[in-house]
């Protein structure tokens, strides 16, 4: 195995830093998103309104200089604002599509769940295909393209749930939560300041994410860390409190956002700690609970928590170890 690309590693660092410039206090949640975007997945951030999630991904978009869309979801916004449509030209008597907001790399949905269900599943091709169709022809977005949605909380006044075929389609979903005492005082001089996410750098381009995440992809995983991460995830087929498992959409995502938490630790190998650092992020969401969980109050950290705990592994973080396949797994 060779060592990973120093100059791609130092450039997401970059990246990361400018993002922490305004996403103060919330290191954990900008290394998780950075992942999930060297993994080439989809992330949906599911928290209270306030507390930074549009900065966050906005942040990202300056840093990569990515070509960004928002939207903001309303029950009135419809299928062609995000796909696009098209319109009868009266001097050529012909069609010309008029793109949507998806036609970009990084498409923000503010408050996805406010939306309607129709205007929802208009984003499933896209985000598992990278294409979009409109009146029977098909056309590719941008590469890269990523996803960030935001959502409220079930439950907030105005708004229904996804379906499970969408949720499925976010690599992982995380929670941002209130920052604490000191990070908010930093966050209050830093607004009065004026300092905003235009004053994120520019670090790399959409081109050079889109090298970096190739070399991402070619992080090694040993036969027995595969079989490891499978486990889990057929563990939460089996569990007596999930009527809903993770998809194998969800075993693919988990092994990609493993090999990404490796290259974030500046290794090109894969660990079973990196897979047991993203897990809850990338199942929470797959899965439902059934009615004996919510009859118990049993939440789906909980169950996913033991899930880790009951599959247990034992691994030395070295690449000899990984190589030789010398761990124990029950």
């Known amino acids: 195995m060779g060592e990973i690309n120093e100059v791609y590693y130092q450039e997401v660092l970059s990246v990361m830093e400018q993002v922490q410039r305004v996403v103060i206090g919330k290191e954990d949640c900008v290394r998780k998103a950075m992942a999930a975007i ?41 299928p062609s604002d995000i796909l696009g449509f098209s319109m009868y030209q009266k001097q050529t008597g012909t069609f010309s599509y008029q793109p949507g907001a998806v036609m970009c790399n990084l498409f923000l949905g503010d408050e996805i769940n406010r939306t309607s269900p129709k205007t929802q599943s208009a984003l499933l091709e896209v985000m598992e295909e990278g294409n979009v169709t409109v009146d029977g022809i098909t056309r590719n977005v941008p ?11 079930a439950g907030s006044v105005g708004t229904q749930l996804l379906p499970e075929s969408q949720l499925d389609r976010f690599m992982i979903c995380m929670t941002m939560g209130y920052p604490d005492l000191e990070d908010e005082i930093a966050i209050a001089k830093g607004k009065s300041s004026g300092i905003s996410v235009e004053d994120v750098e520019v670090v790399i381009s959409a081109e050079e994410l889109v090298r970096i995440r190739l070399g991402v992809e070619n992080i090694f ?26 998809s194998p959409r969800g075993t693919i995502a988990l092994a990609k956002m493993a090999k990404a938490v490796a290259f974030l630790s500046k290794r090109n190998y894969v660990i079973p700690n990196d897979v047991m650092k993203i897990f809850l992020d ?3 969401h797959r899965i439902v609970l059934n009615a004996k969980a919510r009859a118990g109050h049993v939440t789906a950290e909980t169950i996913l928590t033991q899930v880790l705990e009951q599959t247990d592994v034992q691994a030395k973080d070295s690449a000899r170890q990984i190589r030789s396949g010398n761990f124990q797994m029950r």
């Open 38 to 78: 060297l993994a080439g997945g989809h992330i949906l951030i599911d928290d209270i309104p306030g507390v930074g999630k549009t900065t966050l991904a906005m942040a990202f978009s300056n840093a990569m200089a990515l070509e960004s869309k928002r939207i903001q979801f309303t029950p009135d916004v419809m």
């Open 143 to 153: 590469e890269p393209f990523i996803v960030i949605a935001t959502e409220n909380p």
């Open 221 to 246: 995983v040993h036969d027995k860390v595969y079989r490891y991460l499978c486990k889990l995830v057929q563990a939460t087929r089996e569990n007596a409190y999930i009527s809903l498992g993770i």
């Open 282 to 284: 990338v199942a929470s």
